[in-house]
């Protein structure tokens, strides 16, 4: 079938290399359209509901909303896992969906469960909320705006109603979230006293504000000729409109609005706010779908604020606060850049190699065919080109040449014997036969690359996500380079050697001092066997001492730093503190700006209190990167009593991911009482604290706040007349109003809110005199008919799979993270908990012990697949046990790749590992299946064992010096933006590529010697 197979494409060769031609065009045409990003989507399907409550305390937004939408959810079909977390005011509950599952059935599952929830929650509760589906790495954009000319609440406008619907309306943008917003607002500010003059009540006044600002059609009118519409103009948004609105009659006379109340301009009472640089401001985030190309969206959004910018004369825009659009741009043409310096070596090293430029092309065409193969097809199959599929395609340069190179060699050698044989075959015939020879071994070779790269597709969670992508791009990649050297390079050869004479291995004076060098060294094939596995015990015995690390730093040029108060902060003194620490941020060097978002906003994936604050620090691209952010570091720790971190994005969002939490190692602690699992997350922490390493150390802030109680008196209220619903309005009007309803202008909506003209905001005090109208028409203070008293209550409440939880978290620094996580899990395997009570360990640490175990158990069943193709190919047992005794050696290189790149084992560094032992066995198949082409059964000597050597080395050596060439632009810049995973990938497969060549040369044929049976021949 192969013979045929490339007999059909010899003879066929101008369609072939037509074909080839059509399909590099196509790639050149297509692949720069196709969608780029830094990283592929590792977050698990994920559907968030939140429910605004206001004025409900986080127990009772737990207990009324919380736990009821639990309920509701539970059972739904792939949900993975359900954790809520309950504020003041507000409700979040998120589900984690298993791989695979379509994120359009999950929010189907979800909405059509929340239909129903949502009839059965409190009255004070708004419509609950599914926020849109969003990437894992969601903030594409971060805009600044600020004014010298417009108050805050004239900018918020423009925002609402001009910059956020422009911004909504590009393709791939899933929310735009306003921090800082003050929303214009017409306050309709009641006196109760005056109400109590004219005999009316707060109910009467709402419900005739309400009634006038109402939308309700009128009907139409139909005449002789024509039907005509007929509508009542509401209110305008003048005051004055307002202040003669009829609210009620006393004694006769009509009583205005503004007899009993005075009508402003004002906002809501916010829950958060923003910081631009050094002073106010709104802050714009900008979030994108799964599936929106992050480059694509941030071009979009700059050209939509470009047309925007005329009419925003009073406006400052500032895009650059953090645009990760810049990051990828940086990492992606690294990478490119490192492919093509790599392509440009690999040429070079086959021109040395093959000495006629003929060969060399002819190889040289394996590469553009094969890459542009292989991203044709992962486009196709819907998975984005990132740096991880660049970093596969970067590792396969020098395998996808290999195909080519061992077909050609043989081609070669035969065209060269039958042109100086007496009796000449056609060329065709010689092509045929020559490919046919070696195209069992390189098959069985290919396959065993291929196999050892099974672990890779069962890991799971984030260890997936990012490494299927590498493996899908060398797979595809060398998978082509084999399609190539079965059709294409069979074809090219035909047309290009047909006149060509090739010097000989033997000949050549390189391999005449390598055959010499082979001689020597195999007179004494036990030295050379005892000597390599003394070398591989003492690297071997190192492995125990190496760190290990899940994810290694990102080196971005934006930075994110965790701004976080005690619970009981308001927004207004954590506005001040944030303004504070900008100033001393800004005067850093290299610092270009800065934008901070505190507490929350509405519909956003941030739900904390107002002590929460988030900085974002841009510092220039010329600036020196660790001395900055040593010194961003050191301005932040002077602030005692607040929790600080500095991080970069995709670090924090791939721990976020992890765990839900932005640390290196967490604690998660399980139980059912708020005070127990404090007492016991403040014990762990203390155990945490001993260990060297750990920094950023704190329990998450589930703390006791002081909140204020209020309680009829209901003997004292029964002499008034007053119930409970009365307290309860007259409590929400003078504390936080109640919207009436909306006024229009143009095409902005303002709501217009009822609220006592003296709110309750300051005080305790201010609050016992807050004054109430009885229907008997007196006015009393609340604390004649309630008593007011505080207690303490937990700031908020977190749950995940049905149970309460409490978390304890730390980063880790001067250390690996691995080895800091394991002393800490050794630590706490002693602590007591109550019965009910259990810990849960998450973060880096525990995804990275997932991950190895994952790989190893697999590892072992592929090479069990590798064992069986090598048996199949090789048809000895004994053989496959010689060849498998020289892979650990590929891993011992490996090993020392890991020490070189610093010592820590990551997960990039063991799929180095994995795809060394696959390059090592390969190359390993090609040499002894020579052996026995010379051999034929007969005893194998040391001169069938160098012929061997020397037939299959300059295929070994350009294979391996080609993949090394093609790496050694990472390795020479270091873990730059872009490398910062490939880095250690790179420094393993060179070194396992080193000392697998030397296996493969040396060891494995003086363990043939030295393993001969009594008759001589192999055992």
């Given at each position: ?119 059965r929650l409190p009255a004070t509760a708004k ?53 800082g917003l003050r929303e214009p607002e017409l ?668 790989l190893i158990a697999y590892t072992c069943l ?158």
């Open positions: 079938m192969l013979k045929k197979l490339t007999m059909r494409a010899i003879q066929l060769r101008h369609l072939v290399i037509a074909l080839a031609i059509m399909l590099i065009l196509a790639g050149l045409r297509w692949i720069p359209e196709t969608p780029m990003d830094v990283f592929p989507e590792f977050s698990p399907v994920k559907v968030e509901i939140q429910t605004e409550a206001p004025g409900l305390s986080s127990l009772e937004t737990e207990q009324l909303i919380s736990i009821p939408v639990e309920h509701a959810m539970n059972g739904i079909p792939h949900l993975k896992t359900l954790r809520s977390k309950s504020v003041l005011g507000l409700s979040s509950v998120v589900m984690l969906f298993e791989p695979n599952t379509q994120i359009d059935v999950a929010r189907q599952a979800v909405q059509e469960r929340l239909l129903l929830v949502s009839q419509t609950p909320v599914m926020l849109p589906p969003l990437s894992s790495l969601s903030r594409v954009l971060k805009i600044g705006l600020t004014s010298g000319q417009l108050s805050i609440q004239q900018l918020s406008t423009k925002v609402l109603w001009t910059i956020r619907p422009r911004l909504m309306s590009i393709q791939g943008v899933a929310n735009v979230a306003i921090w306050h309709i500010q009641f006196n109760p006293l005056k109400l109590s003059q004219y005999q009316l009540s707060v109910s009467q006044v709402g419900q005739q504000v309400t009634s006038a600002i109402s939308s309700e059609g009128s009907g139409y009118l139909d005449t002789n000729q024509q039907r005509l519409a007929v509508t009542y103009d509401r209110p305008t948004i003048s005051k004055e409109d307002f202040m003669d609105m009829v609210v009620g009659i006393n004694n006769g006379i009509p009583i205005t609005l503004g007899q009993v109340a005075e009508v402003e301009w004002h906002h809501a009472m916010p829950i958060g706010d923003a910081v631009i640089n050094r002073g106010d401001g709104l802050l714009l985030i900008v979030e994108k779908h799964p599936d929106a190309n992050t480059l694509k969206v941030t071009a979009d959004i700059d050209r939509a604020l470009k047309e925007l910018k005329p009419g925003l004369k009073d406006v400052t825009l500032d895009a650059t606060i953090f645009r990760p659009a810049s990051f990828i741009e940086q990492a992606i043409d690294n990478l490119k850049q490192a492919i093509l310096v790599g392509i440009a070596l690999v040429a070079i090293i086959l021109f040395w190699f093959l000495r006629k430029p003929g060969p060399a092309v002819i190889s040289l065409v394996a590469i553009p065919v094969s890459l542009v193969t292989a991203i044709l097809i992962l486009t196709w199959l819907g998975i984005s080109i990132n740096t991880m599929v660049l970093a596969g395609l970067v590792i396969a340069l020098g395998e996808v040449v290999d195909d080519s190179i061992i077909d050609l060699e043989n081609i070669l050698r035969s065209v060269e014997q039958n042109q100086n044989s007496q009796h000449p075959k056609s060329l065709l015939k010689v092509i045929v036969q020559a490919s046919y020879e070696v195209r069992g071994a390189v098959i069985y070779a290919t396959l065993i690359v291929m196999s050892v790269f099974i672990p890779v597709f069962f890991l799971e969670g984030i260890a997936g996500a990012f490494f299927k992508p590498l493996a899908y791009g060398y797979l595809l990649a060398i998978s082509a380079s084999l399609l190539v050297a079965l059709i294409l390079t069979p074809a090219l050869a035909y047309c290009l050697l047909k006149n060509t004479r090739h010097i000989p291995h033997a000949n050549s004076p390189e391999f005449a001092v390598l055959n010499k060098w082979l001689s020597r060294m195999l007179e004494e094939p036990k030295k050379i066997v005892l000597g390599a596995m003394i070398g591989l015990c003492l690297i071997m015995c190192s492995i125990p001492f190496l760190g290990s690390e899940f994810i290694p730093a990102f080196k971005e040029r934006d930075f994110l730093m965790h701004f976080v108060s005690r619970p009981t902060t308001s927004v207004e003194q954590m506005k001040k503190m944030t303004v504070r620490a900008s100033e001393e941020l800004m005067q850093i060097d290299g610092v270009r700006n800065l934008g901070a978002h505190i507490g929350r906003t509405e519909v956003a994936d941030e739900v904390v209190g107002p002590n929460f604050c988030e900085l974002w620090i841009s510092i220039a691209p010329n600036v020196p990167y660790e001395e900055t952010v040593q010194k961003i570091n050191q301005t932040i720790s002077g602030y005692t009593g607040i929790f600080t971190d500095v991080q970069t994005y995709l670090k924090e969002r791939t721990k976020e991911v992890m765990s839900g939490n932005s640390s290196s190692v967490v604690i998660r602690l399980f139980g059912d009482e708020l005070e127990t699992l404090r007492n016991k997350a403040e014990e762990i922490r203390q155990i945490l604290a001993t260990e060297p390493g750990v920094i950023d150390l704190k329990v998450e802030s589930q703390v006791l706040v002081p909140q204020i109680h209020v309680r009829i008196k209901n003997s004292q209220a029964a002499k008034y007349g007053i119930n409970e619903a009365e307290i309860k309005q007259a409590l929400t009007l003078m504390t936080q109003g109640k919207v009436q309803g909306e006024i229009l202008m143009d095409q902005a909506r303002f709501n217009v809110r009822l609220i006592g003209n003296h709110p309750v905001r300051d005080n305790l005090m201010s609050l016992r005199q807050l004054q109430i109208l009885s229907p008997t028409g007196a006015v009393v203070q609340l604390s004649d008919v309630a008593d007011i008293y505080i207690e303490p209550t937990p700031n908020e409440v977190k749950r995940e799979s049905a149970s309460r939880k409490i978390d304890i978290s730390a980063n880790v620094t001067g250390k690996d993270s691995g080895g800091v996580a394991s002393s800490i899990e050794n630590k706490l395997s002693h602590i007591k908990l109550p019965d009910g009570y259990y810990i849960k360990f998450m973060g880096e640490y525990a995804e990275q012990r997932n991950a190895t175990k994952t592929a090479l069990l697949v590798v064992f069986i193709l090598i048996k199949t190919s090789l048809k000895s047992v004994r053989l496959t046990l010689m060849l498998f005794a020289m892979l650990p050696f590929a891993i011992a290189g490996g090993v020392l790749g890991i020490w070189f790149s610093g010592g820590v084992t990551s997960l990039g560094a063991m799929i180095g590992l994995i795809a060394v032992i696959g390059i090592a066995a390969r190359n390993g198949i090609l040499i002894i299946s020579n052996v026995q082409q010379q051999s034929q059964n007969s005893a194998i000597t040391k001169e069938i064992l160098i012929s061997a050597i020397s037939n299959r080395t300059r295929a070994i050596a350009m294979t391996s010096l080609a993949t090394t060439m093609a790496l050694m632009p990472i390795i020479f810049k270091g873990p730059i933006s872009g490398y910062e995973i490939e880095y250690p990938l790179a420094l393993v497969v060179v070194t396992g590529l080193l000392f697998a060549v030397m296996a493969n040369v040396v060891f494995l044929p003086s363990l043939l010697l030295i393993t001969k049976s009594r008759n001589g021949t192999s055992l």
